[in-house]
């Protein structure tokens, strides 16, 4: 319980810092340590969402309410997928072929955190 309050609490920070950099500057602006705040921001956000869905999930399907360390992992690769996306759109090589190899890219990331762990 007190890890799924931390998730979110880092989350929604990280959400209102996204936004403050999406408002307050410019790509030219920020430079290199900028771009890379940027993302870092995106990928916090999109894990508490993607952790939130998933317990979700977990609630309505497997009836579980607890939400295990284990778990926490999967959110944390599944929530990289939409970060890969968006570094291929602005590298401008987004194809049918990226986007599978980026769902494989995850599926097997996930298929390791379930074999090791």
Same mark, same amino acid.
């Given at each position: +319980? #007190?890890? &799924?309050?931390?998730? +979110?609490? !880092?989350? !929604? ?30 990928? %916090? ?8 869905? +998933?317990? /979700?999930?977990? &609630?309505? /399907?497997? #009836?579980?309410? =607890?939400?295990? =360390? &284990? ?11 939409? !970060?890969?996306?968006? +570094? ?7 194809? %049918?072929?990226?986007? /599978?190899?980026?769902?494989? $890219? !995850?599926?097997?990331?996930? $298929?390791?955190?379930? &074999?090791?762990?």
């Amino acid at each position: +319980m #007190k890890h &799924k309050r931390v998730v +979110m609490i !880092i989350s !929604i920070a990280g959400l209102a810092a996204l936004i403050a950099i999406l408002t307050l500057t410019t790509p030219t602006d920020t430079g290199p340590l900028g771009v890379l705040l940027f993302f870092t921001t995106l990928y %916090i956000s999109v894990f508490g969402i993607s952790s939130l869905i +998933m317990q /979700a999930f977990y &609630k309505l /399907a497997f #009836k579980r309410d =607890n939400f295990r =360390n &284990k778990d926490y992992l999967y959110a944390a690769v599944f929530s990289f997928g939409p !970060i890969m996306l968006l +570094m291929a759109r602005s590298f401008g090589a987004i194809s %049918i072929w990226t986007v /599978a190899l980026i769902i494989f $890219f !995850i599926f097997l990331a996930e $298929f390791l955190v379930a &074999k090791r762990i």
